[in-house]
């Protein structure tokens, strides 16, 4: 029963293929009738087809009386016939590409043993990853121009941050020199010598001013600052000075020129008020007028001097006490911070040099 199977479905296989050609025909000649209509099984039987004749155009196949084995034979290269006929008409159309194709027959290809085709599928896998072990390295120059290109990508990404550091940079030198410097006031002309110099009482001449103290080339420019006019009084000028540790009280004038001095301590015209920022200088005389400031060389740091105005009180604590020549003016330059300078001649009866008292605003 399973010869007839076969048979059946080798002649339909054979007999309905299509050929693809350039319009060849087909012709099948095939006596089964009395075989297929016969009921006793059997390819010899006398009421069966004896012989079958497939004639095309480019394959003969003939079967008479062959076995099983031999029509699966048969069948395969009738499918293997009709498959290259199939790609040869492809190809002429353009459909696909021509590719290689292993014309041995299938009859004649040797068969291999049961025990081979386990190995075979063993090595599969190590066939398939054999190609990536036999990796061929890249040649220099493509390994060279890899460098290259990875230094001109870091070396653009260095200029950019170059170019954005550098404008950064310079927007900050435009913002500081748009920015302009605060400006402190400084008076047009500045002291020759420090205030309240004159001779002493016991000198031949008597008490008169030191003109001697002055360089002489610039006697007439101290002559023109005695005629400074006085500024109009105000409820923020300093009005009184009190150092308990000296025991001092006395009236402030506007003014430290040798008239202001006989009526008390006199404000250097154009320094600060008290209270405010800057330097605010007090003088007066030691041994004549007074004797306010006597004893000034006495305080000590840490001391409390009060200057008031007309509207309130402001405590200094002595920092510095210093000697020095009548001629260093800077003692009375303006600062940052609000403080109060005494001045007065030192020492007692002699007046060659300067005693400065520097005190800071009590915060």
């Known amino acids: 029963m399973a010869s007839k199977c076969v048979i059946g479905v080798c002649l339909a296989v054979l007999c309905a293929t299509p050929v ?14 009395k075989y297929m209509e016969g009921k006793t099984p059997g390819l010899r039987q006398p009421e ?7 004639t095309e155009k480019f394959n003969l196949y003939e079967i008479d009386g062959s076995s099983a084995d031999e029509l699966r034979a048969l069948l395969v290269e009738k499918q293997r016939s009709d498959r290259t006929l199939r790609l040869d008409y ?10 290689e194709q ?13 025990d081979a085709a386990e190995p075979a599928k063993a090595d599969a896998p190590s066939a398939a990853a054999e190609p990536r072990r036999a990796r061929q390295p890249r040649p220099w120059f493509e390994n060279a121009l890899y460098y290259v290109e990875m230094g001109a990508v870091v070396g653009l990404v260095l200029i950019v941050v170059f170019i954005f550091s550098r404008l950064s940079s310079l927007n900050q030198e435009v913002a500081s020199a748009l920015q302009q410097p605060t400006l402190t006031p400084t008076p047009l ?9 004159h001779t002493p009482p016991n000198s031949p ?3 008169q001013p030191n003109d001697a103290e002055i360089p002489e080339h610039l006697r007439p420019l101290v002559q023109s600052l005695a005629n400074i006019p006085i500024p109009t009084p105000g409820p923020e000028q300093a009005v009184r000075l009190q150092a308990s540790a000296i025991g001092v009280d006395a009236p402030i004038v506007q003014g430290d020129g040798w008239d202001q001095l006989k009526k008390g301590v006199g404000q250097h015209i154009g320094t600060t008020n008290p209270g405010h920022k800057g330097n605010l200088v007090l003088s007066a005389h030691d041994d004549v007028f007074g004797q306010i400031f006597r004893n000034l060389d006495r305080l000590q740091e840490g001391d409390k001097i009060v200057v008031f105005s007309s509207q309130s009180a402001y405590t200094y604590i002595v920092r510095q006490t210093q000697v020095v020549e009548p001629t260093q003016v800077e003692v009375m330059n303006q600062t940052q911070e609000p403080i109060v ?3 007065s001649c ?16 009590e915060q």
């Open 346 to 361: 030192y020492p007692y009866l002699v007046n060659n040099k300067r005693i400065v008292v520097t005190a800071y605003l």
């Open 205 to 207: 001449g008597g008490v």
């Open 90 to 99: 492809f190809q002429r159309t353009g459909r696909i590409l021509k590719v």
């Open 20 to 33: 693809f050609g350039d319009g060849g025909t087909t012709t099948s000649t095939i006596k089964l009738a």
């Open 341 to 343: 300078t005494l001045i």
């Open 48 to 54: 069966a087809a004896s012989q079958v004749k497939v």
């Open 102 to 114: 292993d014309e041995t027959p299938f009859s004649a290809r040797p068969a291999e043993p049961a």
């Open 189 to 197: 002309i500045m002291a020759v010598v420090l205030p309240s110099g």
